[in-house]
């Protein structure tokens, strides 16, 4: 496939407002529209295709990470000057190709319609604050945008650590360096000790993904820092279980006592097809750091923080399935939809709304 081919397709991808372009080894080019795969009159995409476009955008960092990890994200660019999420990874027959398009402009906090809570957290001036969320949820936008309002604070010096460059900030009132992986700095870890060593009062990782990089976000945070950390889970509880799964077993009561100091929150999000018209929004689940949820923290004792978060909602605190709710009593998804999503169906429903049949 050559890069007109690949161009043309991304141009039918804009017109038709597709969320996404995949492309895997033997199938038709497929768009993503309105949660459909759509696929054209295109030929089938052979291996040797998708090898042809991806050689151009991967370095050689990029296919390290995809032989050791199987896939690997990167930053396209089309000649029209869109920028695009490209994901790359292995698959049976060989290498698949997934394009998204990334907002044109930065996100602004109040247009995500998230939880008051989660603005309130650019507030704070140190400690650590892990944003969970799965492939899709939402989660770098969510960063992206709490970017935003740090860089509106004149008494802020913001330093984000990227895999890829998604989102280019404008100059705001904040001192705000942006900076890649591979490009700028040389780990994410080396990108966070040398903020900290330059005086940011700020650190946003976009994705906290190994045991250097976790050790790197501590640190920063018991020396003062606000630490924002992308963290690959579907729920809070995952996230810590995540982040305690980077370093061996024998150094995990370290790590959680030192995690249960610095942290002042965390959240998780996943998005839901909205009710009435087009686009997705955010559930999201927030936990605040009160001395309940550290000493479940320093103990290990994950499996307790949910009903920490459900009897604290007064302090800020909701559960994914108190933000469905809240979701549904705003009409903003249907009961249908809040039920794939749920955890406790009763809690869900507590409004007394019923699934159609």
């Given at each position: 496939?050559?890069?007109?081919?690949?161009?043309?397709?991304?141009v039918?991808?804009?017109?038709?407002?597709?969320?996404?372009?995949?492309?895997?080894?033997?199938?038709?080019?497929?768009?993503?529209?309105?949660?459909?795969?759509?696929?054209?009159?295109?030929?089938?995409?052979?291996?040797?295709?998708?090898?042809?476009?991806?050689?151009?955008?991967?370095?050689?960092?990029?296919?390290?990470?995809?032989?050791?990890?199987?896939h690997?994200?990167?930053?396209?660019?089309?000649?029209?000057?869109?920028?695009?999420?490209?994901?790359?990874?292995e698959?049976?027959?060989?290498?698949?190709?997934v394009?998204?398009?990334?907002?044109?402009?930065?996100?602004r906090?109040?247009?995500?319609?998230?939880?008051?809570?989660?603005?309130?957290?650019?507030?704070?001036?140190n400690?650590?604050?892990p944003?969970?969320?799965?492939?899709?949820?939402?989660?770098?936008?969510t960063?992206?945008a709490?970017v935003?309002v740090?860089?509106?604070?004149?008494?802020?010096?913001?330093?984000?650590?990227?895999?890829?460059?998604?989102?280019?900030?404008?100059?705001?009132?904040?001192?705000?360096?942006?900076?890649?992986?591979?490009?700028h700095?040389?780990?994410a870890?080396?990108?966070?000790?040398?903020?900290v060593?330059a005086?940011a009062d700020?650190?946003?990782v976009?994705?906290?993904?190994?045991?250097?990089?976790?050790?790197?976000?501590?640190?920063?945070?018991?020396?003062g820092?606000?630490?924002?950390?992308?963290?690959?889970?579907?729920?809070?509880?995952?996230?810590?279980?995540?982040?305690?799964?980077?370093?061996a077993v024998?150094?995990?009561p370290?790590?959680?006592?030192?995690?249960?100091?610095?942290?002042?929150?965390?959240?998780?999000?996943?998005?839901?097809?909205?009710?009435?018209?087009?686009?997705?929004?955010?559930?999201?689940?927030?936990l605040?750091?009160?001395?309940?949820?550290?000493?479940?923290?320093?103990?290990?004792?994950?499996?307790?923080?949910?009903?920490?978060?459900?009897?604290?909602?007064?302090?800020?605190?909701?559960?994914?399935?108190?933000?469905?709710?809240?979701?549904?009593?705003?009409?903003?998804?249907?009961?249908?939809?809040?039920?794939?999503?749920?955890?406790?169906?009763?809690?869900?429903?507590?409004?007394?709304?019923?699934?159609?049949?």
């Amino acid at each position: 496939m050559d890069t007109q081919r690949l161009e043309t397709l991304l141009v039918a991808m804009n017109r038709l407002g597709a969320s996404a372009l995949h492309l895997l080894p033997g199938r038709q080019p497929a768009l993503r529209v309105q949660r459909r795969f759509v696929a054209g009159d295109e030929q089938p995409v052979q291996s040797a295709d998708i090898d042809e476009v991806v050689r151009d955008m991967l370095f050689a960092d990029h296919r390290e990470r995809l032989a050791r990890e199987g896939h690997v994200e990167v930053l396209y660019v089309s000649r029209s000057g869109r920028r695009y999420r490209a994901t790359v990874a292995e698959v049976d027959g060989g290498t698949s190709l997934v394009l998204r398009p990334l907002p044109q402009g930065t996100p602004r906090l109040e247009a995500l319609e998230l939880p008051d809570q989660v603005g309130a957290l650019a507030r704070w001036r140190n400690g650590f604050v892990p944003v969970a969320g799965c492939f899709g949820s939402g989660k770098g936008t969510t960063l992206a945008a709490l970017v935003g309002v740090l860089n509106q604070d004149p008494a802020r010096h913001v330093v984000t650590i990227e895999d890829a460059i998604e989102f280019v900030h404008e100059n705001g009132p904040a001192l705000l360096h942006q900076q890649e992986v591979g490009t700028h700095v040389a780990t994410a870890a080396a990108g966070i000790q040398q903020a900290v060593a330059a005086g940011a009062d700020a650190v946003v990782v976009g994705d906290l993904r190994d045991g250097e990089a976790l050790e790197a976000a501590i640190t920063a945070a018991e020396s003062g820092c606000l630490v924002f950390a992308g963290v690959e889970a579907g729920s809070i509880t995952g996230a810590l279980t995540a982040l305690c799964g980077h370093v061996a077993v024998a150094q995990q009561p370290r790590l959680r006592a030192r995690l249960a100091r610095v942290l002042r929150a965390a959240t998780a999000q996943s998005l839901v097809p909205r009710s009435h018209r087009a686009g997705r929004v955010a559930v999201v689940e927030v936990l605040v750091a009160t001395g309940a949820v550290r000493d479940a923290i320093r103990s290990g004792r994950f499996d307790e923080l949910p009903a920490i978060v459900a009897r604290c909602r007064g302090l800020g605190m909701q559960t994914a399935d108190v933000a469905l709710r809240t979701l549904l009593a705003r009409h903003q998804i249907t009961p249908d939809e809040a039920l794939l999503h749920a955890g406790d169906r009763d809690e869900v429903l507590a409004r007394g709304w019923t699934p159609t049949r």
